[in-house]
């Protein structure tokens, strides 16, 4: 069983900065993929951006050029940083992986927030 804690979350101006941290823990478990999603009460969680064990990232493309994922393989975690923030931003971030054997994992959510 994997446990992924984020934090990082808060409030930031728009056109402000956050970097957003989730670390996996637990034990015999290797993780493929991580990444994070965010929702809000009026939209579905919607994918923000992926990267491999590789390092290879996928966007979202309402934050390409914003926001900049990477990951510690040694240290299970991966990161958010986020820049140029924009209130339509604003919402729940959820870390995400998936490990070599396709089961998934999220973690208990961030509240981003992004007063104009």
């Known amino acids: 069983q994997v446990q992924l804690v984020e934090s990082g979350g808060g409030l930031v101006q728009a056109g402000g900065s956050l970097t957003l941290s989730c670390a996996a823990s637990?034990?015999?478990?290797?993780?493929?993929?991580m990444g994070w999603y965010r929702q809000t009460p009026w939209k579905q969680r919607e994918l923000v951006a992926l990267i491999t064990r590789g390092g290879g990232a996928n966007y979202a493309d309402f934050v390409k050029g914003r926001f900049t994922i990477s990951r510690d393989n040694a240290k299970n975690s991966v990161y958010l940083q986020m820049n140029s923030l924009k209130p339509e931003d604003a919402a729940v971030y959820y870390c995400?992986?998936?490990?070599?054997?396709?089961?998934?994992?999220w973690g208990q959510g961030t509240q981003v927030t992004v007063s104009s």
């Open positions: 995400y992986a998936r490990d070599y054997n396709v089961a998934d994992y």
């Open positions: 637990g034990t015999g478990f290797s993780i493929n993929l």
